[in-house]
């Protein structure tokens, strides 16, 4: 399996930690063409559309999914891979049917450690919120009854940051799921 | 020792999320909105920007309470601000605004020339500056979530940045070859806590994020502090200073995200108008000095 972390901006390198080892830091969308697992870091969703802007990443990803490749986003990544962005709107690929809200608990001051359901570890930090989740969306785990990790196909996306604990279940999830779409690309 | 009302996780947390970014001085609404629109990962507001502070003097303090507000009205993005090394209580107003993160910072006038902040006590997170790896770590033992190198803010000069982040860098090498032993002696020289000197060895960085900050002005200091391990930038006077802002502003960000591709520095360098005047460190005199403020 080829993993990378989308290294434009944000928390690449605790994502690198918590894949597998020979996972790489990808800033080109050629780089992208060449793997089976992307992850979409926590930083600043904003600074990351700037660095996106010309550089064909987004077309890269989409061809990635097409392929039977798989996505995951947290925070920012998970705001970049939303079909719609509130709080304020902007631009997103909608690689995933649900709606997210930037900030959605407030400043710094307001983030927050948790656990969720099921057992792990969640650490928000200036988090966004899952406000609709369409059809097609599986929940794989809640804070308080609301989504904060979920799944369409191939793209997953959690609202917390799994890179940042020492649990390694998420991204185990995640990386199972090349497996799948791997084993189901040979049975075609 | 964690009675802190946040964990750290949360403090360096945002940290991790600020890494390979750029983080710009402002002094208004119109300057934050500018950063934002450039790709800048945060803003810093001040009452001053440092090159002001430089050339006009006087007593240098907290942004004032109106600006803040307007500049977290404006952005989106994470909204930090300076206080004056050891002033506790613009640290608590700046908490009570919802401010992001906290500069303790030299380029501010000292409120107190005995003690820094005790940055345990708050639930929002801080950055510090530092010269060399002893101080990064008495920073860090007070509570800092991040440390930036000193630099010489103001200047438009690298050289003082440069020579911190090597210091660092080339301390906890160091640090890495020594045997058990060795390290609480290292740890009496350093002045900083033996439990940091021994994890540092052990890991051979800082237990949290190490930013490069003083004189950047230009997309090749930027790419050149990331290649000498600086996981961000704050750009200061080196923006707002300059003949075209935003397009330098945005092409610092370039940089910074592409530090290892000349090819793409070589594109971001072009076009960009006058950089900030810059200032030779051995005109500006020992008492000038900002780094010297602190310990």
Known sequence: ?188 | MDASPAPLKLKTGLAEMLKGGVIMDVVNADQARIAERAGAVAVMALERVPADIRAQGGVARMSPVAKVKEIQAAVTIPVMAKVRIGHFMEARILEALGVDFIDESEVLTPADEAYHVDKHAFAVPFVCGARDLGEALRRIAEGAAMIRTKGEAGTGNVVEAVRHMRTVTSEMRRLTTLRPEELMRTAKDLGAPYELVRLVAQTGRLPVPNFAAGGIATPADAALMMSLGAESVFVGSGIFKSTDPEVRAKAIVRAVTHWQDAKVLAEVSEGLGEAMPGLEIGKIGEGNLLQTRGW
């Open chain 1, 1 to 188: 399996m080829r993993a990378g972390v989308l290294a434009l901006q944000g928390d690449f390198a605790a994502h690198l930690a918590a894949l597998p080892a020979g996972a790489t830091e990808v800033r080109t969308a050629a780089a992208i063409d060449a793997l089976d697992l992307l992850v979409l870091p926590g930083g600043e969703s904003t600074t990351m559309l700037k660095l996106l802007d010309g550089s064909g990443i987004e077309e890269a990803v989409r061809r990635l999914v097409a392929r039977g490749g798989v996505v995951f986003g947290t925070c920012a990544g998970a705001i970049l891979l939303a079909a719609e962005v509130r709080g304020p709107a902007q631009r997103s690929f909608g690689l995933i049917d649900v709606t997210v809200e930037r900030n959605a608990f407030g400043r710094q001051v307001d983030s927050f450690e948790a656990v969720l359901e099921p057992d792990y570890p969640g650490v928000f930090i200036r988090a966004p919120r899952i406000r609709r989740v369409g059809p097609g969306v599986e929940v794989l785990a809640r804070w308080k009854g609301e989504p904060v990790l979920v799944r369409e196909g191939r793209v997953f996306a959690a609202t917390f940051h799994p890179e940042l604990t020492a649990d390694r279940r998420v991204h185990g999830l995640v990386v199972a799921a090349v497996g799948t779409a791997r084993e189901a690309s040979a049975a075609r």
